[in-house]
């Protein structure tokens, strides 16, 4: 899978600033004030620490697959991260550990551990972005999140002013979170995966890619038939990368599912009687996850549903706001988004939260 930018990255420098729409999955975004390309790690560190000395804001962004920013862009430095490759820590007959620069393609990556095989982070084939972004939003898809193969991270601690290793158990990795989200005081630099020796899929968990297979739950599978299933459905849902398909400009799932307590999913479930069982997943202390895809569909917005300015609900997933038109604002897409989390909430009493990172703007 090639980078996720329109063009091949430049060799970009201070004072040549480019809209970061070119950097973006959504193809959305105004200039920051500077723009460099890091491809060592060592100078992802200098550029944070000039920032810190200059008292300017920065912006590390690399495949730009689960950020919205603002059309008056960044008002500071934007470090594109354009480290590539990963080398082998430790093995033996059961496992190996990889160290992944934070600039690696993801879905290359993952390729690569498919075609070597080493199991663990198959049903995440074909998410753009950067390895060194999957550990922030803790990436998950299809029964897998790749808190489950994280052994730690090595990042820039700003706090301390030094390079720092992390393992995974301070990593607070939760449902598509970590201490790494909202949180400036960490730049991820590289990503340690333990995964296993293995011709076979970890055990299939997601009923959708058990059917896509012909498996049951539980099953394992090939690990290229597990790769090309998740792929399928993916671009079914217009979750792969597609030049062509206007669908693919987006950040994917734009909404999380809600996780609700006992009592406020007892009040979706009365208020929802009409549409029958709303979509749902049972999670430690009683806590429940809903279908946000379902909640947005029974308020009234569907697949295709447009907003103002060419952006719209993806034709193909109702969790998708896409800049269809190519031609669309970051503004008109907030608004949109506003739209339905404010109907579903009216509907249902259930508030919907934003997966991607919010740059210079708000929902």
Same mark, same amino acid.
């Given at each position: ?47 944070? !620490?000039?920032? +810190? ?30 480290? !590539? ?5 430790? +093995? ?11 600039? +690696? ?25 950067? #390895? ?32 720092? +290793? ?103 479930? #009365? ?20 279908? #946000? ?5 029974? #308020? ?64």
């Amino acid at each position: 899978m090639p980078d996720v930018s329109a063009q091949p990255t430049p060799a970009v420098g201070p004072g040549e600033p480019e809209p970061l729409a070119r950097y973006t999955t959504l193809r959305l975004g105004g200039a920051p004030n500077q723009l460099i390309t890091a491809t060592h790690q060592d100078e992802i560190v200098q550029n944070v !620490r000039e920032s +810190e000395l200059a008292d300017q804001p920065i912006l590390i962004l690399a495949g730009g697959s689960n950020v919205v920013v603002s059309d008056a862009g960044f008002p500071g430095r934007t470090v594109l991260v354009r480290t !590539r490759g990963y080398e082998t820590l430790a +093995e033996d007959d059961v496992s190996v550990t990889l160290r992944v620069q934070a600039g +690696e393609t993801w879905d290359d990556l993952v390729a690569a551990t498919v075609d070597a095989g080493y199991a663990g982070i198959e049903c995440l084939s074909g998410i753009p972005g950067s #390895a060194g972004a999957t550990p922030i939003q803790n990436v998950g898809a299809y029964g897998q999140e790749v808190a489950e193969t994280v052994l730690g991270v090595t990042a820039y601690d700003r706090l301390a002013g030094e390079v720092v +290793e992390i393992p995974a158990d301070r990593c607070g990795f939760a449902y598509r979170s970590s201490v790494f989200k909202h949180n400036s005081r960490w730049t991820l630099l590289t990503v340690d995966f333990r995964l296993d020796r293995s011709p076979l899929s970890t055990p299939v968990r997601y009923a959708e890619l058990a059917r896509a297979l012909s498996v049951e739950v539980g099953d394992q599978v090939p690990l290229p038939e597990a790769r090309a299933a998740v792929l399928a459905l993916r671009a079914k849902k217009g979750m792969v990368l597609d030049a062509a398909d206007p669908d693919t400009r987006s950040v994917g799932s734009f909404f999380t599912n809600p996780v609700l307590d006992e009592p406020a999913y007892a009040a979706l479930r #009365a208020r929802a009687a009409e549409f029958g069982e709303p979509p749902s997943w049972p999670g430690p202390g009683g806590v429940v996850k809903v279908s #946000a895809a379902w909640l947005i569909d029974k #308020a009234g917005f569907r697949k295709g549903h447009r907003g103002p300015d060419g952006v719209a609900i993806s034709s193909k997933h109702t969790l998708a706001l896409t800049n269809q038109s190519g031609t669309g604002t970051t503004a008109a897409l907030l608004d949109l988004a506003r739209e339905i989390r404010d109907g579903v909430h009216d509907r249902f009493g259930v508030t919907l939260h934003p997966e991607p990172v919010l740059v210079n703007c708000e929902l």
